[in-house]
């Protein structure tokens, strides 16, 4: 991967600038070589794009707020998307639909990519610290839930919240 160098300016930033560092914290990870040795089923022996590339696509993608696999598309002919996260080749929206329907399928990449996070977390002397509520230790963690439109469906009682409960949410 090339050298990046980050330095003061006056230039106009542009608001993906900061998938340089998501891309430098994922190459201090073995993730891309451990997802490239594992072959998926139901995939070629020679994918015209790589695991590393799927996954590090969805991860640029996720780190901007897009967690829709056709939001990629915008990214295809995107020098800097490409360069910042180390991909030698950005995945078509079909691709990545496809590939990480798969990857679902597999409890091999589940644990690549819990491994390769907690990591990422001991190899950057990452400083987690607690939150306390009566005396009791929480580590926060930034979660999202689910939300599904069911306008112009006929479902029955739906209503403010999943299942009517205040409260109440889904997580996948």
Known sequence: MKKLVIEATKERIVAQS???????????????????AYR???????????????????????CQGKSDYDNIETFREDAFFALALDIQRVPSSPTLRQR????????KWKA???EESLNLIRNTNAEISPVYAKDKPYIPVDLD????DNSKTKKEGVER????????APMF
């Open 40 to 62: 998926l089923p139901d995939i070629s022996r020679n994918p015209v794009c790589s695991n590393a590339d799927v996954a590090k696509s969805y991860i640029g993608l996720l």
């Open 145 to 148: 839930v689910s939300p599904f």
């Open 161 to 168: 919240t999943y299942k009517g409960c205040d409260g109440y």
């Open 100 to 107: 990480l329907d798969q990857a679902a399928l597999t409890e």
């Open 112 to 114: 690549i990519l819990h």
């Open 18 to 36: 900061g998938l340089a560092i998501v891309g430098n914290l994922l190459n201090l990870t073995n993730l891309a070589s451990r997802l490239n």
